[in-house]
DNA sequence: TATATTTACCTAACAGTGTTAGACAGTACT
DNA sequence: AGTACTGTCTAACACTGTTAGGTAAATATA
């Protein structure tokens, strides 16, 4: 009364494996999150990783050639993770300092949930590791993305830059970073939205607004501005 | 005919002993200094510092008892040597726009000539690593100094803050910082003034004294949008 | 001056790290 | 059945911060 056929719904060997070799390096990744963010993404430790998947450190070496390599899929990891987060940014706002605000919040709160992804995407904590070819495209990709946002407020008359849009998303990145960074070095436990740094962000877009907001007048620089360089600013091409 | 005094012109064998004790202890930083220069903050490493001051690495520990004390000690001095950068601001300029410019200027040189010491202080780097009491008192009385610059220029009428004193100096700390992190770390080679994030300086100051500078009509934040200028076009109420 | 103490260094060792080499069982393919 | 490959192991190397204990010279004391 079996069935004689063998079942072909169940996995082949060959899918079995590559399956099996999946879920080891997802539950290697997982392990090394959970070590990053206890002990410092510095100090993360192969084997400490090996022990909580249960295995020898040198097997490790079986799914990822190397500790920067390991690195180099966390980075990965955090990019993509962050890439899902800023995704959802202008879904439901139509103003643009509405999405401005989204923006830096979305930034911060990607940093407090995900903290050792933060820092390894956007810190620079680890002595030896810079990511691969492949991990930087990604993380450029998601630059480009930053400038679109810029470029489509000023199509619809939202802002007035005095200077090259790809130097106005610098500014914002710039006032963005330094104020999670800040409170992630200080208050990393506090919510979005609180703390010294956390609660600056309406500040931080009310700042924004009075300079580029159409009908303020804004002043210059104390030195030349020179918003003449770097042609071809509004374009597709992102870092200099 | 010598004198028969011992000449009491030299030291005396614990002026000695004391003196060589503190240029070992110099001659210790200095070369800790160097290895972070060349490897990295986090990854310095006692062994290599003792290298260089010829020495076997047990022996450092009669002057540092630890690797965290090492760190606190280049800690101390980074922070020493910042504020040495920072008296410099003041001096010669009377606008407000002027010594902001040059404070956040200062702060990014001091990033590039002192790259050790300025990622020591201001980023996070190293795993265990929390600055002494001593060492925290030391750079909060910095952070002191940053918010008489900005009381001053509230005296002076310079600027109008729709927000308290300690915030408006947390922005511009947020921005200057943000600014020199992707700086550094972008382009850590090129000098101040130049490269993707180096040369938004005056547009980082233009941005604060289009908000701030009395006479122009700022617009406030989100809480309270009681901007009653250039009728509300594209500017929406920015909710939270 | 002779003795005792302190200082400044040393070597040896422990437990930890990333990484390589080589072995061995079990699975898969021919 | 025999061969190749996979996944995992142990042993080892060179490195790390740190502790314990030893030794020779410099200093202080009698």
């Known amino acids: ?9 169940v996995l082949s060997p060959q899918e079995r494996r590559q399956r099996n070799r999946e879920e080891m390096q997802g539950a290697i990744l997982e392990a090394a999150r959970q070590v990053m963010r206890e002990q410092g993404v510095a100090a993360l430790s192969l084997r400490e990783v090996a022990r909580r998947v249960k295995m020898q450190a040198p097997s490790l070496y079986a799914y990822y050639p190397s500790k920067t390599a390991l690195y180099d899929a966390l980075f ?19 103003s643009f300092w509405d999405i401005l605000h989204t923006w830096v919040e979305t930034y911060m709160r990607f940093a407090q949930e995900h903290p050792e992804l933060y820092q390894l995407c956007f810190e620079r904590p680890v002595p030896g590791f810079v990511p691969s070819e492949a991990s ?26 005095d200077l090259p849009n790809n130097q106005a998303r610098d500014l914002v990145i710039a006032m963005m970073h330094g104020l999670t960074s800040q409170h ?41 501005p020179n918003h003449q360089d770097s042609g071809g600013s509004a374009g597709k091409e992102v870092g200099d």
Do not use: C
């Not at 009364?1 to 719904?9: G, I, N, Q, R």
């Not at 495209?137 to 007035?160: C, K, V, W, Y």
């Open 136 to 161: 930087m495209e990604a993380s450029h990709r998601l630059l480009a993305g930053s400038e679109e946002i810029l470029a489509e407020a000023i199509a619809n008359r939202e802002i007035r830059l």
């Open 1 to 9: 009364m079996e069935p004689v056929d063998k079942p072909t719904s």
């Open 76 to 94: 990965l990891e955090g990019i993509r993770t962050y890439v899902s987060f800023r995704n959802s940014i202008t879904a439901g706002h139509t």
């Open 184 to 224: 992630m070095a200080n208050e990393p436990n506090l919510p979005v939205g609180s703390g010294r740094y956390g609660r600056l962000i309406p500040a931080a877009v009310a700042l924004f607004r009075a300079a580029w907001e159409p009908g303020q007048t804004a002043a210059q620089g104390p030195h030349s």
